[in-house]
Each structure stands twice: as C-alpha cells, then as structure tokens.
C-alpha cells in the first residue's frame, strides 16, 4: 500500500511543479517550488518502484495522471481552456492507464499461477 502513497506523492508533486513553472513566468520566485516539485516527484516515484510496483504501471501511471491533472488544475488555477477534444484526450489518457493497470493484474495473477504450476 506504501507504494500506492508514494505513487500519489510523486504525481502531486509533479503536477505542484509543473503548476509553479507556469506561475515562474510572472513571478520567479516560484523557480524553487518547480526544483523541489520535480526533485522530489521522482524520489517519490523510485520510492514507488522500490516499494514493488512495475515500471510500466508506476511510470504510465505518474506521466498519464499528470498530464490529466496539470490540465485540470490549469483550468482552476490559469483559467486555461480544456475543449472538447483535450477534454477528450484526458478521458483516454485515464482509459489507457485503467487498461495499464489492469493488465499488469492480470500478468501478475498468471506469474503467480506458473509458479505455483512448476512447483
């Protein structure tokens, strides 16, 4: 479970980062929010990975879910438009990532089965 919380850190802190590039333009103090954000995103992504979690599904999950979220938050923060057709793109972002993740269920689940079978 620690690595599903870490996971939620790196995306988060990823998505802080990105927020606060686009805030540096007019005020460049946050410049140290997007370091902090970046560095720690991805010490809590190898957290992640440390913790057992597959590459695929960490990182597909990390990159998808910040893209998602950064576009979201645009909107809140920026006033950013989503359109349709982004807003489309993020439905199908979350969609593939579903399908990530339930894939990689699935493999586990049939690596389990073959090495209960060789045993």
């Known amino acids: 479970m620690k690595k599903w919380a870490f996971l939620a850190a790196a995306i988060g802190l990823e998505v802080t980062g990105s927020l606060s590039l686009k805030a540096a333009l007019d005020a460049p103090a946050f410049y140290l929010p997007v370091v902090v954000g970046y560095v720690a995103s991805f010490l809590a992504?190898?957290?992640?990975?440390?913790?057992?979690?597959?590459?695929?599904?960490?990182?597909?999950?990390?990159?998808?879910?910040?893209?998602?979220?950064?576009?979201?938050?645009?909107?809140?923060?920026?006033?950013?438009?989503?359109?349709?057709?982004?807003?489309?793109?993020?439905?199908?972002?979350?969609?593939?990532?579903?399908?990530?993740?339930l894939g990689s269920q699935a493999a586990q689940?049939?690596?389990?089965?073959?090495?209960?079978?060789?045993r």
């Open 45 to 101: 992504l190898f957290m992640a990975l440390r913790g057992g979690m597959g590459l695929g599904v960490g990182y597909g999950i990390w990159g998808a879910s910040g893209v998602a979220l950064t576009a979201v938050m645009s909107l809140l923060v920026f006033g950013e438009p989503i359109t349709p057709l982004m807003a489309l793109g993020i439905v199908l972002v979350m969609g593939g990532v579903l399908l990530v993740e």
């Open 109 to 118: 689940k049939n690596s389990d089965r073959d090495r209960k079978a060789a």
